[in-house]
């Protein structure tokens, strides 16, 4: 499955940001989806993860200040990052691990797929 990341931008300390991540196919099951994010000289690290469950966890760094949800029917995941700091700043990057989807009347299954990331800039 395809995954196009889409929401990033530049924004001041304090501010809000959405990002979206639409998949090309409809997903129905899958081991984890999240949101990593990697800052210039740093390992990529994961931000926010759902499990096929719908269980969701958070790295400390973000813990309540983002909420990462899905919209099936849309086929999208979403990150909401509010009390944006410029610590936060990095390409963000959705991930799906083991999709299984449709595309069309026809049923795939990848080993793991990621989008092709989305920077954010926060500003001091």
């Known amino acids: 499955v395809q995954l196009q990341a889409s929401g990033g931008g530049l924004v001041q300390a304090g501010d809000s940001l959405r990002l979206s991540c639409v998949a090309s196919?409809?997903?129905?099951?899958?081991?984890?989806m999240g949101w990593y994010r990697q800052a210039p000289g740093k390992e990529r690290e994961l931000v926010a993860v759902?499990?096929?469950?719908?269980?969701?966890a958070y790295a400390d760094s973000v813990q309540g200040r983002f909420t990462l949800s899905r919209d099936s029917a849309k086929n999208t995941m979403y990150l909401q990052m509010n009390s944006l700091k410029p610590e936060d700043t990095a390409v963000y990057y959705c991930?799906?691990?083991?999709?299984?989807?449709?595309?069309?009347?026809?049923?795939?299954?990848?080993?793991?797929?990621w989008g092709q990331g989305t920077q954010v800039t926060v500003s001091s």
């Open positions: 991930n799906a691990d083991r999709p299984v989807y449709y595309v069309g009347d026809t049923i795939h299954a990848d080993r793991d797929a």
């Open positions: 196919g409809r997903i129905f099951r899958f081991d984890s």
């Open positions: 759902i499990n096929s469950g719908g269980t969701t």
